[in-house]
């Protein structure tokens, strides 16, 4: 039973290659590179007709875009890997609302950073635009450490899903430099993900 992965080095489909090691699945890995646009070419659109990274594919051939649910879709087929609470505990509810805020208020700011000229047809605005995104995509940051205060995983002892991601996408917009000097919680959360000997590798390929 194998998966086919398409994503670049760093992006999105990180998550989702750390969660496929996690688990143990065998997984194909078919490059698209962000660098030279090969997310928007036709014949990777009849993929993914919204031109983005990741998609997997189930290994009955079903797609599966947007990396949350993906995720999700993972967890749901391989349930002995343990990635998330069983659907009664609580726990489970906590990890889910803060993957959840993550993929739909920090990824908009990622996108706005990385591409401000697609968000105005003046020209002159991508730099502020650019700016805002950053310091908006920061104070999700503030928010986590704050509020779901890590301690070291978002279900404190446990490891989740919900840290994997949350890890990997902290390192995005500069985060691999501004984390560890303003939320020491979510820099220690991603150290210990990782840390982990299945993702450890993975992550160092994509880091």
């Not at 290659?17 to 646009?37: D, F, K, N, Q, S």
């Not at 391989?78 to 609580?90: C, I, K, N, S, V």
């Amino acid at each position: 039973m194998t998966y086919i992965l398409y994503g670049d080095q760093g992006s999105g489909s990180a998550p989702v290659e750390m969660a496929l090691a996690e688990i143990g699945a065998a997984v194909e890995l078919r490059p698209v590179p962000l660098e030279g646009e090969a997310q928007l070419a036709a014949e990777y659109r009849r993929i993914n007709p919204m031109g983005r990274i990741p998609t997997l594919v189930l290994p009955d051939g079903t797609v599966v875009t947007e990396s949350l649910a993906i995720l999700l879709t993972l967890e749901g087929r391989h349930p002995e890997a343990g990635l998330l609470p069983p659907p009664a505990d609580p726990a489970r509810a906590v990890a889910l609302r803060w993957m959840a805020l993550v993929a739909g208020e920090f990824y908009p700011c990622v996108t706005r950073g990385d591409y401000p000229e697609r968000f105005s047809a003046d020209p002159d605005h991508a730099p502020a635009i650019k700016a805002r995104a950053i310091e908006m995509g920061r104070d999700i940051w503030r928010l986590v450490e704050r509020e779901a205060a890590p301690a070291p995983f978002i279900l404190g002892g446990r490891f989740s899903l919900a840290d994997l991601y949350l890890g990997f996408l902290s390192r995005w917009m500069g985060g691999r430099q501004w984390i560890p000097a303003n939320c020491p919680k979510v820099e220690a959360m991603a150290q210990a993900v990782a840390a982990r000997p299945r993702i450890a590798p993975v992550w160092a390929r994509h880091i």
